[in-house]
């Protein structure tokens, strides 16, 4: 292992370990290091699919944004995708099934180890600099002999810890003091990062004295709260109940919705309200119905026509809405999903019949980069774009016009009328031309990307102003530079 490490752990999820990882990724990259991002296991239903097929939790993603490289697999080893009584395991970019939590740890114990060691070898000699993520809490004393994302990683080197918490919920001194009282290793703890102060930051100064005096430890910075921001969230719990009034963009939130990322760009418009069976009227105003990704697809078809949402969307394609499902929603607008092989159903049913598509379910999962272009018919003069497959279902289409042209060939659905579509590609809503077909006019003057990019630098200027960022550059060994 020839670079250095720095890991960011947290008080608890939530506390701004992902935030603080991709602003150091940025700032160390400004500076003129190869630095990469690490995360050895972690738990989102936000995920995306490398050119190479690789899937990675979209948090890394973004933080390799921040490192200014394109995402490898082994900054995220291991990802949870939870599915129902049990998790769909990635392991190096390939999904190794399903299991419980017994068999999880039991494969973790057996292979998971050997798994995160190989990725971390690859990045430290292949990088200058890792700045490596934690999860939850490296105080979860209940399970320390299975926890390979915290401490087991800076134990490694011995690399320096920072730890995080969030002073906004509350407790934030007792947060730090008994995160670090608690885990492994707290010798290797280096620096606390007081995270979301709203209101004078001197009136921290006692209990950071106090902080200091009773671990040795010091307080390196105190982050603002910092609430205009857009930036693609970790999981579920970054994507609040948006129920907009006025919004003419209805999003089904079902029970096992995933991939809450497709719809950054719709959020940051503020064009969207998300409906469940408590609000479904509110799809009778809207233009535009859109069903995202699902987890378990079957589940949540039971969902929409049980709570009437499924009439509902009938009603308003009758009355002229516009129709839209990605991935697991695209799969429900067909007639029939087949799983023969028991992947996830164990069974044939029907769609909503709203496209002439069939979809089979086989053991074999699709995850794959897709460079597209909208079809003509919609977009005549439509830019060449990226997007990413993550499904089982292999779709087959029966004479409806195509809604994308790839590489691959055609790809999506269209009906007869053109207001039903439907695509496997997740990003399509990041397209802003096909977003503006959708919704119409919008005030924006870059790409989503562009738009990404800067939300970067503002975050990291804000993170790097309000830390002693000297003293970070030390644990990375930049002591020497100016």
């Known amino acids: 292992m020839t670079g250095r490490l720095i890991q960011v752990v947290g008080t608890s999820s939530g506390a701004g370990k992902t935030t603080m990882v991709l602003a150091l990724c940025r ?252 609000n479904a009227e509110v799809i009778d105003e809207s233009n535009l119905i859109i069903l995202p990704g699902s987890k378990i697809v079957g589940l949540d078809l039971d969902y929409i026509i049980d709570s009437g949402i499924a009439a509902r969307i009938s009603s308003a394609l009758a009355r002229g809405a516009r129709v839209l499902g990605i991935c697991g929603g695209y799969q429900m607008l067909g007639k029939t999903i087949s799983d023969p092989n028991g992947v996830q159903m164990g069974s044939t049913r029907n769609g909503l019949g709203l496209l002439d598509i069939e979809v089979i379910y086989r053991e074999e999962k699709t995850t794959r980069e897709v460079t597209y272009r909208v079809s003509h018919d919609i977009i005549p003069e439509g830019k060449v774009r990226n997007g990413y497959e993550i499904h089982y279902g292999v779709i087959s289409r029966n004479g409806e016009k195509p809604l994308l042209l790839t590489e691959l060939g055609d790809e999506g659905s269209v009906s007869p009328g053109g207001k039903v579509m439907g695509t496997n590609v997740h990003g399509i809503l990041e397209n802003v031309e096909f977003l503006r077909y959708l919704i119409g006019p919008m005030d924006l003057k870059v790409s989503y990307e562009e738009l990404i990019d800067s939300n970067i630098e503002r975050m990291t200027n804000i993170f790097i102003d309000n830390m002693d960022i000297r003293e970070i550059e030390k644990l990375a060994g930049m002591c020497d530079l100016n």
């Open 27 to 278: 700032h160390f990259n400004n500076r003129g290091l190869k630095v990469t991002p690490f995360k050895a296991v972690n738990m989102s239903l936000n995920s995306i699919s490398l050119r190479d097929g690789s899937e990675i939790s979209r948090a890394q993603w973004l933080q390799a944004l921040g490192a200014r490289i394109y995402p490898k697999r082994e900054i995220n080893p291991i990802l949870l995708k939870p599915q129902g009584d049990g998790s769909q395991v990635i392991s190096e970019g390939r999904s190794v099934g399903k299991m419980t939590i017994d068999e999880y740890y039991g494969w973790m114990k057996s292979k998971g180890r050997d798994v995160v060691l190989k990725s971390l070898n690859y990045l430290l000699e292949n990088y200058d600099l890792v700045v490596a993520e934690g999860a939850g809490s490296p105080a979860e004393i209940n399970m320390e002999d299975r926890d390979l994302a915290n401490t087991f990683i800076a134990r490694q080197g011995k690399f320096p810890v920072i730890i995080i918490g969030d002073i906004d919920r509350g407790g934030v001194f007792a947060s730090l003091y008994g995160t670090y009282s608690l885990m492994p290793d707290r010798d290797l703890v280096k620096l606390f990062i007081i995270n979301r102060m709203r209101g004078m930051f001197s009136l921290l100064n006692p209990g950071i004295e106090k902080l200091e005096r009773l671990t040795g430890v010091r307080t390196a910075g105190v982050i603002p709260y910092i609430g205009n921001i857009n930036l693609p969230g970790e999981d579920s719990l970054d994507y609040p109940s948006l129920r907009s009034s006025g919004a003419r963009v209805a999003v089904i939130r079902y029970p096992y919705m995933e991939n809450y990322s497709d719809l950054d760009l719709l959020i940051m418009s503020g064009n969207i309200t998300y409906v469940d069976k408590s």
